[in-house]
């Protein structure tokens, strides 16, 4: 459960830095609107466009699975912050509340368990981001959507501990993005002819125990002038 409880006040920490205070009732400190469910199936369409589902192109390619773990990191981004809107809004609880909600929920034992592994096809795997699709679409009951999810996660073998470590990664980029002008748009977002997730998941499988103070510091000697 401590790790649910650290990324959760990360995802505030971020959303609070990024959005401005009150982010939860919808509308950032620049008066944009946000719509996190708009968000999650957009990010599920690039994790599906990573598998070679096309009939008429690339047939014989493999999936990125690298992009497909990174994507399915994004789409949790987004669902912890409609689940932080939520019980904000709906006065449900603290995220250490939260958290103890979503470790008892069915599928958490097998999403957490590093060790059991499967393999499924590409389509049986593109179905499972479809039916969190449809929870997301069709029930607006939060909980049902994080239960949708990890049992999205655990079977395209991204469980917990990588989760984390990815998670991590992702929200120092994200930082990283913000101080360097993601949102103005003057952001470089190729490296040396790779993307910046790539360049972020190179530095954390070279360093695994690399705090997220060197991670952002990294970042920064590789960023390009």
């Not at 996190?36 to 369409?45: D, F, G, K, N, P």
Request: proline letters at 2%; charged letters at 30%.
């Amino acid at each position: 459960m401590n790790r649910i409880v650290q990324m959760l006040k990360l995802q505030q920490e971020l959303n609070d830095s990024t959005n401005g205070v009150d982010w939860e009732y919808g509308v950032t400190k620049n008066g944009k609107k946000i719509d996190w469910r708009r968000c999650i199936y957009l990010e599920s369409a690039e994790l599906v466009d990573s598998y070679p589902w096309k009939h008429w192109k690339n047939i014989d390619a493999s999936p990125d699975y690298a992009n497909i773990k990174i994507e399915i990191v994004d789409i949790w981004h987004f669902i912890m912050s409609e689940a932080l809107r939520i019980y904000r809004v709906d006065s449900l609880g603290s995220i250490e509340d939260m958290a103890i909600v979503i470790s008892t929920m069915e599928g958490f034992e097998s999403f957490k368990d590093e060790n059991s592994m499967i393999r499924l096809s590409s389509y049986q795997e593109i179905e499972l981001v479809e039916e969190m699709l449809k929870i997301l679409f069709c029930n607006s009951d939060i909980n049902a959507l994080i239960i949708s999810f990890l049992e999205m996660s655990s079977k395209l073998n991204l469980k917990l501990p990588e989760l984390y470590k990815l998670y991590i990664g992702k929200n120092i980029l994200n930082k990283f993005r913000q101080d360097n002008g993601y949102k103005e748009g003057s952001y470089i977002k190729v490296w040396s002819g790779k993307e910046d997730n790539v360049v972020m998941q190179n530095i954390l499988d070279i360093y695994e125990d690399i705090t997220p103070d060197e991670l952002y510091k990294a970042l920064e000697e590789a960023y390009p002038n």
